[in-house]
């Protein structure tokens, strides 16, 4: 099946394809690039709960974020003690 992109670079998936994946009106998809070719994944209904899960595995930022501000309160702390002598 061949389709072209119109002016705007925009696509139109065929209507067979459409219906057998289920794919209604105003739904979301990730869109990626890979090994040359364009991935489109349906998310359902929910796009946040289809996300959920995608960035697991990688560091916390939550821990990298307390270390952070527990560096920030040490720092002035330090400069406190130094106006308090």
């Known amino acids: 099946m061949i ?4 002016k705007k670079c ?16 105003g739904e979301y998809f990730h869109v990626e690039e ?7 994944q349906p998310l359902g209904d929910d796009p946040v709960e289809a996300c959920h899960g995608m960035l697991a595995g990688g560091p916390s930022l939550t821990k990298e ?4 501000r ?3 309160r040490e720092r002035e702390e330090r ?4 106006w308090l002598r």
């Open 3 to 6: 389709i072209r992109a119109s």
């Open 10 to 25: 925009q696509i139109v998936i065929p209507a067979e394809i459409r219906r057998r994946m289920g794919i209604k009106p």
């Open 34 to 40: 890979s090994d040359g070719q364009i991935v489109l």
């Open 65 to 68: 974020l307390l270390k952070e």
């Open 70 to 72: 527990a560096a920030d």
């Open 79 to 82: 400069k406190m003690a130094r």
